[in-house]
Each structure stands twice: as structure tokens, then as C-alpha cells.
């Protein structure tokens, strides 16, 4: 079975400053998605970014990007300038490649507070 | 385009009511599921539905029922609530086995006393 860990349960950061959100899983399947979901307190599931495993490039959003480590089974999320708003909490999951899989497997979360 | 619409937004029940969570979406997305969020657990899968008339169970589909009779609905039953069951539940669609992004509703905290 697939699972996905988050070691940090809460990160901050200065406004403007860059930040990295943890993220490690287990699978023993090659084709793979990868996701970054933002919730702020409005409880609303926002996507950040996501990855094919396929794919060797990184996948950036705009300040957001990834850094994937397919072998290591690593995929952090790195925020740039940050902004009052980033503040919330960040999860990573995982979604099988197979036809017909739905199951999307989530860590525990990251809350990250960005200080003015 | 509403997306993914979760009514109510929040529910106060009593140990051993029942009621339904309701979810529509109008993205004619075929992948419906749902989740419950627990403080340091994550969001965890309860039940998910392939398409209209097919649902199956996930992670923790104990107390909980499901129906799929139309695309666009898909509501969640708790036939007799217990405080176990208070946590906040979100329901999310996707577009078919090859699409990519999950979309989510916007969630329902659910209390039981």
C-alpha cells in the first residue's frame, strides 16, 4: 500500500523569504501523480502544483515549485517570496497511474504561518 | 460553473441521528468520492463512486452509506451518528480514469453531541 508522510507538522516563515514543505512516499508503482494542496482557513482544498512521475522536470506554479526525487521518493514543495496569503496548511498526496484508480492517498499536513 | 457543492455547510447532530451530506457537482466529472478530515490524520477516504450506479468502499467506510443514482449527485448517509463521526467531511469529483486534478467542495463540519 501507497503511503505519504509530512515530518513537519508546522513551518514559518518571513514575509518575502523562501520556504520548503517536506514530503516522502512509499509505492512500489513506476507511473504516478503527485500533488500540493493548499487549505486556508476557509477549509477550501486549492491545487498548488502537481507532477507526473514521468516527467524528470520539476513542475513550477509562478513562486511555487517542486523538487522531485523520484528515487528518493521525495517531493517538497518550495514557496518563493512568500506572501501573507501562502499562509495555511499544505498537503501532499499521491494518485496511482492505473485506468479507473481514484484513490488519492494524503499526508498529515504542513501548517505554515508566514510572519509580517 | 459551481464545481463541487457540499450542503450544509455546518451540522450539530445528536448521538444516533441520521442525516445526509449532499454533494452535486456540474462538471459532468464521472469520479466522486468522500473524505473526512481529522486533526493529524490527513484527509482519509470513506466512499467513492466510478460512475452513476457504481460506488465502492475506501478507508473508512464503517458507519457511513453511499448512493450514485445521477452524475451529478452523490450523497453521504450516516444512518446513526456517533461523536466518532465528528470531523469535517469534503466531497470531490474528477473527470474519468484519466483525469488528473480532484476537485474539492468546500466542506461540511459535522459535530456529533
Known amino acids: 500500500a501507497q503511503t505519504v508522510t509530512q515530518s513537519q507538522p508546522e513551518m514559518s516563515v518571513q514575509e518575502a523569504e523562501t520556504v520548503t514543505l517536506s514530503c516522502t512516499y512509499d509505492?512500489?508503482?513506476?507511473?504516478?501523480?503527485l500533488f500540493w494542496y493548499k487549505q486556508p482557513p476557509s477549509r477550501q482544498m486549492i491545487l498548488v502544483i502537481r507532477?507526473?512521475?514521468?516527467?524528470?522536470q520539476n513542475a513550477t506554479e509562478n513562486r511555487f515549485s517542486v523538487n522531485f526525487q523520484k528515487a528518493a521518493k521525495s517531493f517538497s514543495l518550495k514557496i518563493s517570496d512568500s506572501q501573507l496569503g501562502d499562509a495555511a496548511m499544505y498537503f501532499c498526496?499521491?494518485?496511482?497511474?492505473?485506468?479507473?484508480?481514484?484513490?488519492?492517498?494524503f499526508g498529515t499536513g504542513t501548517r505554515l504561518k508566514v510572519l509580517a | 460553473n459551481a464545481g463541487v457543492t457540499q450542503t450544509p455547510k455546518f451540522q450539530v447532530l445528536k448521538t444516533g441521528q441520521s442525516m445526509t451530506l449532499q454533494c452535486a457537482q456540474d462538471?459532468?466529472?464521472?469520479?466522486m468520492s468522500w473524505y473526512r478530515q481529522d486533526p493529524g490524520m490527513g484527509l482519509r477516504l470513506i466512499h467513492y463512486?466510478?460512475?452513476?450506479?457504481?460506488?465502492d468502499q475506501g478507508e473508512v467506510p464503517n458507519g457511513y452509506n453511499v448512493s450514485r443514482s445521477t452524475t451529478e449527485d452523490f450523497p453521504l448517509r450516516l444512518l446513526s451518528a456517533a461523536p466518532s463521526q465528528t470531523s469535517v467531511y469534503f466531497c470531490?469529483?474528477?473527470?474519468?480514469?484519466?483525469?488528473?486534478?480532484?476537485?474539492f467542495g468546500q466542506g461540511t463540519r459535522l459535530t456529533v453531541v
Open positions: 470531490a469529483s474528477k473527470e474519468g480514469a484519466w483525469g488528473t486534478e480532484a476537485f
Open positions: 509505492t512500489s508503482e513506476s507511473d504516478y501523480y
Open positions: 507532477q507526473e512521475a514521468y516527467k524528470q
Open positions: 498526496a499521491y494518485r496511482s497511474d492505473f485506468s479507473g484508480t481514484y484513490k488519492y492517498i
Open positions: 462538471m459532468n466529472h464521472e469520479y
Open positions: 463512486s466510478v460512475g452513476a450506479g457504481i460506488t
